[in-house]
């Protein structure tokens, strides 16, 4: 945001906002139409970002792309030796080009519905012109796949890289996660096709 002089302001998350009393708040709900939240208190996110075109309410969630195991490794650790012979059984049987090929890596996208309703009012509360957005900011061991990220920012030697998706797309696919702690995610394929490099989620 610096590079590009994009003034932006950093919110103050030592407190949930709390709505005036007896305000009655109106959000479209896509599972169960349209709620009033009288006196509700809101989960703060953490950036405003301005532009000419378009503002945007950023949350930023911080996860880890731990260093990939070769399959080759996690497969013999995972199948004991044998010791005679044995009937092969299902999936435990891995051919050369299996071996050969690098594991996937796996994007944690898990947030708490308290974390996207409270995008969502805040998106209400800001109006035409701003837009809520998850950016999920990985600490990689190591360099991830290029597929994945187009964007890279070192510093301190650490490797971290961004992926940033509208509230709207997130909760359009999200799924449950773990109804006891209150998560939800978006599954692989989907947040791969949906999220985009920070640069590509910026205002112009």
């Known amino acids: 945001m610096r590079e590009r002089r994009l003034p932006y302001v950093s919110v103050d998350e030592a407190r949930r906002a709390l709505l005036p009393d007896g305000a009655a708040l109106r959000v479209d709900r896509p599972s169960t139409g349209t709620d009033a939240t009288p006196g509700a208190t809101l989960k703060s996110f953490d950036f405003v970002v301005y532009a000419e075109q378009s503002n945007l309410l950023v949350e930023v969630k911080g996860r880890k792309i731990a260093r990939r195991r070769p399959l080759a490794l996690a497969s013999s650790a995972a199948i004991p030796a044998p010791t ?20 996937r890596t796996r994007l944690e996208s ?17 109006g035409q012109g701003f837009v809520a957005v998850f950016a999920f900011v990985y600490w990689c061991e190591e360099m991830a796949p290029t597929a994945l990220f187009e964007e890279y920012v070192e510093r301190d030697g650490r490797w971290y890289a961004i992926r940033c998706i509208t509230r709207a797309h997130y909760e359009g696919a999200m799924r449950t996660r773990s109804p006891r702690w209150g998560t939800v995610h978006v599954p692989p394929e989907a947040f791969e096709r949906l999220s985009r490099p920070l640069s590509g989620s910026l205002p112009r």
């Open 84 to 103: 005679g012979p044995a009937p092969s059984r299902r999936g435990t049987r891995h051919d050369a080009a299996d071996l050969a090929r690098p594991p």
């Open 110 to 126: 898990w947030v708490t519905r308290d974390d996207v309703e409270s995008l969502r009012t805040w998106e209400t509360l800001f």
